[in-house]
């Protein structure tokens, strides 16, 4: 007894133990047969451990058995069966989700690792994977999130039983057609099960490369731009603008105009030079008014000698000018904005930092009563002056006198500090001087014992070698007792 899942990966057979498990295939046959399982997703993916689906709301949460579409919402969950006890041994055991409470719904999950005994006898098995066993493996390879739900989706888009020994019951709905999905279980705010997310595929190694390439080059500029050395990322250098560079450091402006003029107009041609000694930098930039004779120069001055060097031509790659009128440009709208309509700024004396006030080019000469609004103002703007100036000096003041007291506090504390560190320096020393007196107290009580050990050895050998001379002499005098013995028996015998 068999049913096909086919999947958005591949298909899977389950086998299923009937006899073992009647209950629970029954539940399983039926809700495959009246297609409640099709386009549920994987909604939970446990690498090496588990894949769990069977839920329509694509939460985790949902699921019904099939008793429920025949005796209502009593019938939702069915108890677990246990006998005969069925372990998790082997990679494809296929088995229904506990609800809890030891009930069985719809969803059901397929092991993806061995011997995962803490499972046995909290969820049913009730089949093992027969055909497919790759297809899971995909399934369990899936990139999934810190809840384990996959980044893209992976859908049952089809189930077919292949073998049903299970009569249908009384008042199940059969569809003759598979239904059309829903809105809600397609938008699951994830990748779609049919959406290629890999760019490269159908293309060639040099597609990739360029392809690759093009998302650098765009990282490259978005990163300038964050800096500032770009003003934006889609920015591109000019094309009637070419880089002369290897220069002769004599060479000058005039003399490359010269030169490159008989391809056509040039608009600016400058040698860049250091801004402190005013010293070439050997590198130019020409720019052209058609990009035609841009690239004409660019295909017959490259390597040509100009004044014993062989220069160097290229198309410039710099935006520095485009930068510069890309900042003036917004200078200029913000400055717009901001002074309102037909008035510019005119800068009167650097120093005192005055302005005036003046009428665009393009305006007529003020009237008698502008002169006057603009004398007003003079006067003001020098009240304001004043006034600001007086505020600053007051401000001054009060900075200096801040500044004394904080000289103040600052010397008073040096001072205290300067205090601490002397007397510290005296509690070292006095500790130091106590130290030495103790030690050199100890060191006199080890040499007076030293003496007094010495004393007690000397009198000691001294004892010893009175024994030995006492010894000695006793020894001496009976030798001399028994040889007087001995010459006397001598002069009696004779």
């Known amino acids: 007894m068999a049913v096909l899942l086919e999947t958005t990966l591949g298909d899977i057979v389950i086998d299923l133990y009937i006899e073992e498990r009647p209950r629970c295939c029954l539940n399983f046959l039926k809700l495959c047969k009246i297609k ?23 939460t985790g949460k949902g699921g019904e058995s099939m008793f429920s579409t025949l005796y209502g919402d009593q ?10 006890r ?22 059901f999950f397929f092991t993806t690792a061995e011997n995962i005994n803490y499972l046995d006898g909290v969820h049913t098995v009730f089949g093992e994977v027969s055909e497919g066993m790759d297809v899971l493996m995909k399934v369990n390879e899936a990139f999934v999130d810190k809840d384990n739900r996959p980044y893209q989706d992976i859908r049952i888009n089809h189930t077919v039983i292949l073998d049903d020994p299970f009569d249908d019951p009384s008042g199940l709905e059969v569809p003759d057609r598979s239904p059309e999905p829903t809105k809600e279980q397609l938008d699951t705010g994830r990748i779609g099960a049919d959406e290629e997310i890999d760019d490269t595929k159908g293309k060639t190694m040099d597609q990739v490369d360029e392809m690759i390439k093009s998302k650098e080059a765009k990282a490259r500029a978005q990163i300038l731009e964050m800096v500032g050395d770009l003003p934006d990322a889609e920015i591109k250098p000019p094309d009637d603008v070419l880089f002369v560079c290897k220069l002769n450091p004599v060479t000058t402006s005039e003399d490359l105009e010269t030169i490159f ?3 056509g107009t040039i608009n600016s041609c400058e040698v860049i030079r250091d801004q402190k000694t005013g010293d070439s930098l050997c590198y130019a930039f020409i720019e052209f008014e058609k990009e035609e004779n841009c690239e004409e120069a660019y295909f017959k001055m490259d390597n040509v000698l100009i004044d014993d060097r062989r220069i160097h031509v290229d198309f410039s790659q710099s935006v520095a000018k485009l930068k510069q009128k890309y900042n003036l440009g917004n200078t200029k709208a913000a400055m717009d904005k901001n002074r309102g309509p037909g ?35 003079n006067e003001t703007e020098e009240s304001d002056y004043r006034k600001s100036k007086d505020k600053h000096k007051r401000k001054r003041h009060r900075d200096d006198s801040d500044d004394e007291d904080r000289y103040t506090e600052r ?19 006095d500790s130091e001087r106590d130290r030495d007196r103790e030690r050199d107290r100890d060191r006199g ?9 010495d004393r007690e050895r000397d009198r000691d050998r001294d004892r010893d070698k009175r024994k030995d001379r006492d010894r000695d002499y006793d020894r001496d005098r009976g030798r001399d007792k028994y040889s007087s013995r001995d010459r006397d028996r001598k002069k009696d015998y004779r």
């Open 36 to 58: 409640y399982y099709n386009y549920c997703i994987f909604h939970s993916v446990q690498r090496n451990f588990m894949v769990q689906t069977g839920d329509p709301t694509s």
């Open 75 to 84: 019938a939702k969950y069915f108890e677990m069966e246990n006998s005969p």
């Open 86 to 107: 069925i372990k998790h041994k082997k990679i494809g055991t296929v088995s229904m989700v506990n609800n809890g409470s030891n009930m069985h719904g719809s969803q």
């Open 261 to 263: 003029s008989r391809f």
């Open 343 to 377: 008035y510019i700024v005119k800068d009167r004396t650097a120093k005192q930092g005055n302005y005036d006030l003046v009428f665009d080019e393009d305006e007529d000469e003020p009237s008698h009563k502008h002169k006057k609004k603009k004398e007003k103002r």
């Open 411 to 429: 010397r008073r504390k040096e001072d205290e500090m300067g205090r601490d560190r002397k007397k510290n320096r005296d509690r070292e020393k």
């Open 445 to 453: 009580r080890n040499r007076e014992g030293d003496r007094g050990r």
